[in-house]
T-cell receptor, first 115, second 113 residues
Framework: DAKTTQPPSMDCAEGRAANLPCNHS???????VYWYRQIHSQGPQYIIH???NNETNEMASLIITEDRKSSTLILPHATLRDTAVYYC????????????????FGTGTRLQVTL | NAGVTQTPKFQVLKTGQSMTLQCAQD?????MSWYRQDPGMGLRLIHY???????DQGEVPNGYNVSRSTTEDFPLRLLSAAPSQTSVYFC????????????FGPGTRLTVT
């Protein structure tokens, strides 16, 4: 699995967009980008994933560069409840696979949303 | 649905003791896994299972055993607890076709003295 690089911490004002970057320059063609978050002491929570195209769901948007070497998770209107550690993970699809399904969590980005 | 449940929430063991961390899910997920998270670090995969009767090792399997006799349950057994196993343990589950979307339990905080 490709390694990822994320800033250790970021701040964001409540109501503003939070843009969390992730570098994955060694990503291979069939690897997906996944984002999870972990709110203090809780189990991680899946947010979104993508392969090539930008993706959006009710929680966030995922922008992947054309060369796929980096991506950005966007929380459009951050709230205090979005304060958490955000993990960017690159891995084989885990779609209809058992062996290639392990997610490797790094240390992530600690996002602090403030008033 | 209760989702993924873990028991106990907290546990203190003495070195050399054994115990089993329980994990259950009611979503009929084929895939289940165990992670540990040490302070200030990301999660590391201990063992995983792609279905009843099938288990495999993750990144840090030493000192732990698992079994999967039913779809719902995936217990993690510590054979002889060591202080290095002090950690927070998370269980997760997912459909085998969507392993990227794992549902995590609330965790078990284990201290080994």
């Amino acid at each position: 699995d490709a390694k990822t690089t994320q800033p250790p911490s970021m701040d964001c004002a409540e109501g503003r967009a939070a843009n969390l970057p992730c570098n994955h320059s060694t990503i291979s063609g069939n690897e997906y980008v996944y984002w999870y978050r972990q709110i203090h002491s809780q189990g991680p929570q899946y947010i979104i994933h993508g392969l090539k195209n930008n993706e959006t769901n009710e929680m966030a948007s995922l922008i992947i560069t054309e060369d796929r070497k980096s991506s950005t998770l966007i929380l459009p209107h951050a709230t205090l409840r979005d304060t958490a550690v955000y993990y960017c993970i690159v891995s084989l699809g885990g779609i209809n696979t058992g062996t290639a399904s392990k997610l490797t969590f790094g240390t992530g980005t600690r996002l602090q949303v403030t008033l | 649905n209760a989702g993924v449940t873990q028991t106990p929430k907290f546990q203190v063991l003495k070195t050399g003791q054994s115990m089993t961390l329980q994990c259950a899910q009611d979503m009929n997920h084929e895939y289940m896994s165990w992670y540990r998270q040490d302070p200030g670090m990301g999660l590391r995969l201990i063992h995983y299972s792609v279905g009843a009767g099938i288990t495999d090792q993750g990144e840090v399997p030493n000192g732990y055993n698992v079994s999967r006799s039913t779809t719902e349950d995936f217990p993690l057994r510590l054979l002889s607890a060591a202080p290095s196993q002090t950690s927070v343990y998370f269980c997760a589950s997912s459909y085998s076709s969507r392993v990227y979307e794992q549902y995590f339990g609330p965790g078990t905080r284990l201290t080994v003295t």
